[in-house]
Every structure is written in C-alpha cells, then in structure tokens.
C-alpha cells in the first residue's frame, strides 16, 4: 500500500509545440484550416458619396465553409501536385516567404461547400483557410495583419477573415467598423446561371456610385443604425435597399418577383450577391415547414431550386 503521507511525485509538463516549426496535428499528424463563405451582401456601395467613391461592403457570413488540411510526411512514390487552387498556392508562398520557414513534406487536401463564381467568397475563404492550416503547422499564433497583408496581394476580399459582421473596404482590405455577432438571419436563396468576374465591373459599379452616392449614403446608414440597436428587421430592410439598387446596374432575373411576393412568405428582406449570381429572403424568425414548402414551389416555378440556411450569427 502507498504510504500516503509521502508527497507525490511532480509531473513533468509535456513538451508544447515550438513556434515556427512544424507541429502535429491532433491525430495522425493532420492539421486544418477552416473559413465560412457568405451569401453576397447585405450592402456593398459607396463608403460615403463622392466622386471618388471606395467600394465597402457588408457581406453576409453563411454558415457553410472551406476547409484546408496538411498532412506532414513523406509521400511515397513521384511528388503529386497539390490540390490547392492557385491563389491559394500564392498565399502558401507569401506566408513563407513572410516567417522565412519551409514547408515541410507532406500532403494538402481540401473541400468546400462554396460554389466559385456566384458571390460566396469561395476564393477568398479558401485563401483564409490555408493561411489559417498554415499557422496551425508552424505552431504559430493567427495573425490578422500578416493575413490581410497577403491578401492584399491576392485580391479584394470579404471579411471571412473575421467572425463577426463588418463595415470593410474590400479594395484596401481594412476593416471599417466591426459590427460584432447579435444580428442573425434564416434565409432562403437561389444560385442563377452564370458567374461574375468581380474585377471586370469594377468601373460600371464605381460609376454608378457616383450617380447614386445619396441613396446609398442613407442606405448604409440605416443600415448602421440596425446593426447598433441589434434590430435584424432594420437591417433587412437596408438590404432589401441595397439590393434594389444593385439592380440597376448589375440585375438578377428574380429579384423582381421575389420583392413582389416578400410580404407573402412574411419576409423581413431580400438580399443579394451584388457582384454574383445570388439572390434570396432574409428572415429573422425560422420559415415554418409549410412555408418552406410554398417557397421550394415558388421558386421552382421561376425555374430554380432553391435553398435554406443559416446566415449571420444572432
């Protein structure tokens, strides 16, 4: 029997991970990267009117994601090329080059709920997701600056960077006001045909800025104003303003009939992908099962099938 009046041995604490070298995941040597996309915006105008205008946007976090992992260890047989999309592939190079670390042998594997082209931030999800694996396989803390500064030399970015809403010049990649996590949305939306290259309406969007600067000037102002007092119908009603004046200049075929038939399904707004193929209701109460089933039958009969989920974080 152990004498219990003689003191315990102390244990030694385990070895933690070294920063900046490669660490091991928690099982199997596996690390991974995680980031959500959105669904469009729920505003994306002018900061203010001017004829200089910055493009700022509120996107809309969605609770669908892009996952990045790494797998240490020395593949058998011919190097195989990574999985990682190009600009992915630039970010991998430029965190390098920033820490001056190699990386080490091993395998990438990814997978995305996000489609590409359609305003969900799919790119820029998987660019965060990678740099958030690659900090996890050199132990080292994620830091935001050195993420927007890779960024910045990828492409405009949503704020998926961020767990939280924020008001954020996507061409300069700063962070405007951070409008934290009390508004949350149950949405209903569809994908229309085709994709939007971002970079080539750039000036029509910038023009039509100009033209409007006022009415988006109120627009985002009552948008603020929502996201201060925590009222999610105050900002789906900003959205719905937003959207309407996206249409002007970059128009989605069913935004006419979903604004026509809003107070039918008890909507409190509609949103959109400004520059995407997105197009969708925001509630800030859960459809029930009937009304779902009215809106998979409307939507069907504008010749889409459409989809439910969780946006925001309220």
Known sequence: MRDRSSPRRPRRP????????????ERGGIVSGVCHGTLGELYQGPLRAGPEPDIAVVS??????????FTPGEAAGPPRRPPLGEKS??????????????????????????????GMASSTADVVATLRCLFRV???????????????????ADSVFLDEFALHLSGRHRVVRRLGTGIGFHTVFVTEPG????????????????????????CLGDLLKGFACGDAAAV?????????????????????????????FGADGVFVAHTGCLAGYLFTRRPAAGVKCELSAFF????????FAQGGYG
Request: hydrophobic content about 40%; overall charge neutral; some cysteine.
């Open 14 to 25: 385990a070895a933690g991970p070294v920063p900046g070298e490669p660490g091991r995941g």
């Open 60 to 69: 809309f976090p969605v609770d669908r994601h892009s996952w990045v992992c």
């Open 89 to 118: 592939m630039t970010a991998v190079r430029l965190f390098l080059e920033h820490y001056g670390l190699t990386l080490p042998p091993g395998d990438w594997s990814t997978y995305s709920e996000l489609r590409v082209g359609v």
């Open 138 to 156: 050199f132990s080292l803390p994620c830091d935001l600056e050195v993420m927007l500064g890779v960024l910045a030399r990828i492409e405009r």
């Open 195 to 218: 994709t939007v290259d971002t970079a080539a309406v750039t000036s029509r969007l910038l023009a039509h800025y100009r033209r409007r600067g006022e009415e988006y000037e109120r």
């Open 236 to 264: 789906a009603r900003a959205a719905t303003v937003s959207a309407a004046l996206s249409q002007e200049v970059l128009p989605k075929a069913s935004f006419d009939a979903l604004l026509a038939h809003r107070e039918r």
């Open 300 to 307: 069907r009969s504008l010749g889409h099938q459409c989809s």
